[in-house]
T-cell receptor
Framework: DSGVTQTPKHLITATGQRVTLRCSPR?????VYWYQQSLDQGLQFLIQ???????AKGNILERFSAQQFPDLHSELNLSSLELGDSALYFC?????????????FGSGTRLTVV | GQQVMQIPQYQHVQEGEDFTTYCNSS?????IQWYKQRPGGHPVFLIQ?????EVKKQKRLTFQFGEAKKNSSLHITATQTTDVGTYFC??????????FGTGTRLQVTL
């Protein structure tokens, strides 16, 4: 157990639908990052939150959005889902207070769009 | 944006052989991190290198950061089947979020 909790572990949904992925960071970590990992691609950065505020944005589609709540858990919302959105979605956290910290990853949510 | 390339993409070795993966950037990096992802698992942080020319060892793993801070390598001595997985390097962008390399998938057979 890495200390970062992601739910659900698996999700199967139809095209056009909307889903919410949830992440609870490791205790004490203020930064949360979302990454997408497709079969033929590496880890693509989506978005980062730090202590409730959006800190950085990567190649995140407009159909995707995220937020970090006062208790520091984060949610990634994916809407109007397409087949190509099928991927592993990882959440990672870090203390966020140092120059750069190593990330602690959750076990991921495997999304399958059919 | 910043890109970090890794080579090779895939390597298959016999148990006991050595393995090296290389990470290259066109820009100077403030630091570099290495992660390992086992099949079906999530990335796990291995190490961070900060200084030019830095070398760090973890048992059979040796990590190096280039003098110009534009490249790095991970060398595994005498691979074991437990070393199987994908090894990623990662470097921070201006916003501190990490850009991950393309990864090197290591397969070890007996």
């Amino acid at each position: 157990d890495s200390g970062v909790t992601q739910t659900p572990k698996h999700l199967i949904t139809a095209t056009g639908q909307r889903v919410t992925l949830r992440c609870s960071p490791r205790s004490g970590d203020l930064s949360v990052y979302w990454y997408q990992q497709s079969l033929d691609q590496g880890l693509q950065f989506l978005i980062q939150y730090y202590n409730g505020e959006e800190r950085a944005k990567g190649n995140i589609l407009e159909r995707f959005s995220a937020q970090q709540f006062p208790d520091l858990h984060s949610e990634l919302n994916l809407s109007s889902l397409e087949l190509g959105d099928s991927a592993l979605y990882f959440c990672a956290s870090s203390p966020g207070t140092g120059e750069v910290d190593g990330y602690t990853f959750g076990s991921g949510t495997r999304l399958t769009v059919v | 944006g910043q890109q970090v390339m890794q080579i090779p993409q895939y390597q298959h070795v016999q148990e006991g052989e050595d393995f090296t993966t290389y990470c290259n950037s066109s820009t100077t990096l403030s630091n570099i991190q290495w992660y390992k992802q086992r099949p079906g698992g999530h990335p796990v942080f291995l190490i961070q290198l900060v200084k030019s020319g830095e070398v760090k060892k973890q048992k059979r793993l040796t990590f190096q950061f280039g003098e110009a801070k534009k490249n790095s390598s991970l060398h595994i001595t005498a691979t074991q089947t437990t070393d199987v997985g994908t090894y990623f390097c990662a470097a921070p962008t201006a916003g501190r979020e990490l850009t991950f390399g393309t990864g090197t998938r290591l397969q070890v057979t007996l």
